[in-house]
Structure formats: structure tokens, C-alpha cells
């Protein structure tokens, strides 16, 4: 049972990475060809589901916030948006000096021999992403403001809801291995996959170290810039953000969360509503891995690093998109392969890059998650003290002394 443990999604990635670095001279050219083909034509079919994925998932996210005070959604879902919108600038602020620096040093991906599919099946997308999101947006509202048609809202969102995590969790995900692979192959014909796997060490230490202190710095602040106090708070979230990094599910950690953020607060109900409601769409570890990554591979490419106007519409587009957020290793990244394609340009190849190297530093992106979901509840908290006590704070709901 222990080794099964070890048995996940990064852990095979990186292990696949090493067999391709080692042994991938071995596999001929015709072969390599073969299995880049399949992997562009699986990317294609995950991008065409896209649509789907995200209006089901925003659908019912939002049903999701009905069952709560009216006046409490109307605080959360700013706040959110807020928060995340303003990890992606920290993100992006930090990251982008030290891309350019020596310490950092991402080396560019030159390749002189391209390895070229050996087939191409083009699939048509009928429906835009940003169609889906809106929809999906729209529905969910009118299912929380519209009685008559609250019922029916329910039933077809939870239909939709189940066949869409039937495709992301027992289709896609089982199929992102395959869909890696021939990627990975690519870089490794092109001589750029031990490059990436040299560089990329730093770029995790990286991710760890603004998404962790930036969220403790909020913490910090929050407590009135008390060390003492944000430590002892960190303390009592300390349990579920090693669940969340050993067991690479934000999901997961959301009962030991809700535990230890109601130690932090005044006002338990606060845990109980927040932590569930925003687990799907305050991702704060992701507002960090994802652009720090997006960006290492537009420097690896050979990119220029984007304008602040092109990383403003990019984190606008990001802010929406944390509503479809998808619970499987990898799946914020695909979440956002249109948005890196689109906005920046990418190509097929920098898109799994991104992917790969995303599910590499889900247990760190995961745990920063789960400490940002500490963060936040403390920042609603005070936000809706600030508002009037929209929350009541009777005894009932208040944490013992």
C-alpha cells in the first residue's frame, strides 16, 4: 500500500521524463514520429472538450453558492477573483527580473533538428471557451436568482456536472501519460529535454518560495503584523497543507482545513462556509505555478516575455478561468492551454511543456493552495467585519477561548 502511494501522476511523469532522457536514442525516428502524431492528435480532442468541461464546471460551481446568504456570495466570489487576480501580478512582478537574470539562466531551445509528426487528423472546435465561460456564468446566476427555474437548473447542471468529471477524471486523465509522451519525445530528439529538466529545478524552488511567502506575508498582515501570531496560524494549517502536498488534492485537505482555519478565526461558521465554496476557485499555488512556468518556457523557446498589457488580459482571462478549475493533476494547465495559445502564442509543443511541467510541481502548487484557502478565510473574515458582521457572529459560531 505504501509503494501505491508513490504510484501517482507526477511521480510517473517524472519517471517517463528519465526513461525518454536515457534511453529515448534508442527509439528510431519513424516511431518518434508516430507518437508525436498521437500526441497532438490527443491534445487536440482535450482542447475540443474544453467548452463543455468549463460550462459544466462553472455551471455548477455557482449553483453550488445557492444553499449560502445571498449577501455572503456577493463578498466571496469579488474576493476571489481579487485574490487571485493580484497573485498572478506578484507572480509576474517577481518572475519575470529573475527570469532575466544569471541566477535563473533558462537556457533557449535552439533546435536544428525538428522532429515532424507523421500524420495530422485537424479537429474542428465549434464552441469558444469564452462562449462556454460566460454561459456557464450566466446559467448558474439565474439558477440562484430564479425560483421557478432553481429545480430544473439543478438537475440538468448535476447531469452535466457528472458527465463532464466523468471525461476529466476517467478519459483525460488516464490518457495525459500517452498524451506527454510524445512531446517529451520531441524535446528529446531535439536535444532539449535534459536542458529542461537542468533548468527547471530552480524554476520549483522558485514557485515554492513566492507562493509560500506570499501567502504568509498575507497572513502576517492580516494578523496585524504579529510574527508570533501569523506562525501559530500557519501552525494550525500546517496539517492539511502537507495533505494537500503528499496527496496532491486541495479536495482532500478541505475537512482538515476547515479544522485548522477554525482555530484561526473568530467566527467558525466563516470556515464552513468558505473553505468549501472557494476550494475550486481561490488558487493561489496555481495563480503562482502556472505564469512562472508559462513564462521559463517563452524564455526556453526563445520567446519574448510578455507585455504587462498582453499579462493583463492573460490574468483577466485567468481570474475567469479559475471558475472551471479541474480537480486532476494537470488539470488547471489544461484549463489554461487555450489562454497560453491564444494570448501568447504558444505552440503545440510549449503547451505540453507546460503541462508536464506543471504536474511536476502539483505537490507544491497543491500545498500552496491549501495555505492560500487559510489565507483567504482570514481575509473574508475580516473583510465582512469590515462590511458589518455580514456573517452573524453569535455565540453559537464563536471559537471558545
Known amino acids: 500500500m505504501r509503494f501505491k502511494k508513490f504510484l501517482n501522476l507526477p511521480f510517473f511523469i517524472f519517471i517517463l521524463f528519465l526513461l525518454i532522457l536515457f534511453f529515448g536514442n534508442y527509439i528510431n525516428t519513424s516511431m518518434k514520429s508516430q507518437l508525436y502524431s498521437v500526441s497532438i492528435l490527443l491534445k487536440d480532442i482535450i482542447i475540443c472538450t474544453l467548452p463543455f468541461l468549463i460550462f459544466s464546471f462553472v455551471w455548477s460551481g455557482i449553483l453550488h453558492l445557492k444553499g449560502e446568504s445571498l449577501r455572503g456570495v456577493f463578498i466571496l466570489i469579488p474576493l476571489v477573483c481579487l485574490s487571485n487576480f493580484f497573485g498572478f501580478w506578484v507572480s509576474y512582478i517577481f518572475a519575470v527580473p529573475i527570469l532575466h537574470s544569471d541566477w535563473m539562466a533558462i537556457s533557449a531551445l535552439n533546435t536544428k533538428t525538428a522532429l515532424s509528426p507523421a500524420w495530422e487528423l485537424p479537429i474542428s472546435h465549434f464552441v469558444s471557451n469564452d462562449l462556454a465561460l ?56 531535439e536535444d532539449s529535454l535534459a536542458m529542461v529538466i537542468k533548468d527547471y529545478s530552480k524554476l520549483l524552488f522558485l514557485v515554492a518560495i513566492l507562493a509560500y511567502g506570499y501567502i504568509f506575508t498575507g497572513i502576517f498582515i492580516l494578523t496585524g503584523r504579529n510574527f508570533a501570531t501569523a506562525i501559530e496560524k500557519f501552525k494550525n494549517l500546517l496539517p492539511s497543507i502537507l495533505i494537500g502536498f503528499f496527496g496532491m488534492s486541495s479536495t482532500a485537505a478541505i475537512p482538515s482545513t476547515i479544522e485548522g482555519c477554525k482555530k484561526n478565526l473568530k467566527n467558525i461558521h466563516i470556515s464552513n462556509f468558505v473553505v468549501p465554496s472557494s476550494a475550486n476557485m481561490h488558487l493561489l499555488g496555481d495563480c503562482f505555478a502556472l505564469p512562472i512556468i508559462g513564462l521559463a518556457i517563452m524564455v526556453s523557446f526563445g520567446y519574448e516575455l510578455p507585455s504587462v498589457q498582453d499579462f493583463f488580459i492573460f490574468s483577466i482571462y485567468g481570474v475567469a478561468a479559475k471558475f472551471a478549475a479541474a480537480g486532476i493533476p494537470g488539470g488547471s494547465a489544461i484549463i489554461f492551454a487555450p489562454l497560453f495559445e491564444s494570448i501568447f502564442d504558444f505552440s503545440g509543443p510549449m503547451v505540453t511543456a507546460v503541462t508536464a511541467i506543471y504536474i511536476l510541481f502539483d505537490p507544491v502548487a497543491t500545498s500552496a493552495n491549501v495555505f492560500g484557502h487559510g489565507m483567504f478565510a482570514i481575509l473574508f473574515e475580516k473583510v465582512s467585519d469590515w462590511l458589518g458582521r455580514i456573517i452573524p457572529k453569535t455565540d453559537r459560531y464563536r471559537r471558545r477561548p
Request: with cysteine; hydrophobic share 55%; charged share 10%.
Open 134 to 189: 460566460g454561459c456557464g456564468f450566466l446559467l448558474g446566476i439565474i439558477g440562484n436568482l430564479s425560483k421557478t427555474m432553481s429545480g430544473a437548473c439543478d438537475k440538468v447542471a448535476s447531469v452535466f456536472f457528472r458527465i463532464a468529471n466523468f471525461i476529466l477524471k476517467r478519459i483525460i486523465c488516464n490518457i495525459l501519460p500517452l498524451f506527454i509522451l510524445g512531446f517529451v519525445i520531441k524535446m528529446q530528439h
